[in-house]
């Protein structure tokens, strides 16, 4: 299977700060997505991007499919976006997670 | 928006019992998948199933596991003989295509294996 690296592992934020986390994919994937895993374990979807750039409020998300990478950027953090966040990918059917970011925001 | 429900959010179970947990995809949706968190670690594969059988599974889906599609609208995974290893965040996932397409998650069932 492939492999998904996620940088960096862990990030403390005083809120109002901006962040950049990143995924990089050892293959090709055709269907890559950022989750939001809350306090209570959910995982939330956040963008469904297998390339280009999407905006949701202060979460944006780049892939550049061709260098097998994806950004995930958080403007103006806020303490509820602390948890952790994974990404994946799938180059055919089973989807791959990376090992996560985990996020703190501290007021 | 559809969403993925599953069933129950929280089990506690003695080793060496049968557990199912129960799954409802969205309507439209074909492929049907769960996928497995053990405590901080990464959310690993198990199985997907498409047309009423399995089409892909893991290493971790050893014989004591078991899918089923016993109905049209609900999804199960079955685990025969529980082991302490296997407490864990249990998610179901379904899509409406395989490969380029995106895939919605339930909630979770989280197994407690005592």
């Known amino acids: 299977g492939i492999q998904v690296e996620q940088s960096p592992p862990d990030l403390i934020l005083q809120e109002g700060a901006n962040s950049t986390l990143r995924c990089n994919f050892s293959d090709s994937v055709n269907n890559l997505q950022w989750f939001h895993q809350n306090p209570w374990g959910q995982l939330i979807n956040l963008f469904y991007?297998?390339?280009g750039t999407k905006q949701n409020g202060r979460l944006s998300a780049t892939t550049v499919a061709t260098e097998r990478y994806s950004l995930l950027y958080i403007s103006s953090s806020q303490t509820t976006d602390s948890g952790v966040y994974f990404c994946a990918g799938r180059p055919g059917n089973q989807f791959y997670f990376g090992t996560g970011t985990s996020l703190t925001v501290i007021p | 928006e559809p969403e993925v429900t599953q069933t129950p959010s929280h089990q506690v179970t003695q080793m060496g019992q049968e557990v199912i947990l129960r799954c409802v995809p969205i309507s439209n949706h074909l492929y049907f998948y769960w996928y497995r968190q053990i405590l901080g670690q990464k959310v690993e594969f198990l199985v997907s199933?498409?047309?009423?059988?399995?089409?892909?599974k893991s290493e971790i889906f050893d014989d004591q596991f078991s899918v089923e599609r016993p109905d049209g609208s609900n999804f199960t995974l079955k685990i025969r003989s529980t082991k302490l290893e296997d407490s864990a965040m249990y998610f179901c996932a379904s899509s409406v295509t395989s490969g380029a397409n995106v895939l919605t998650f339930g909630a979770g069932s989280r197994l407690t294996v005592l």
């Open positions: 199933f498409y047309n009423n059988e399995i089409s892909e």
């Open positions: 991007i297998p390339s």
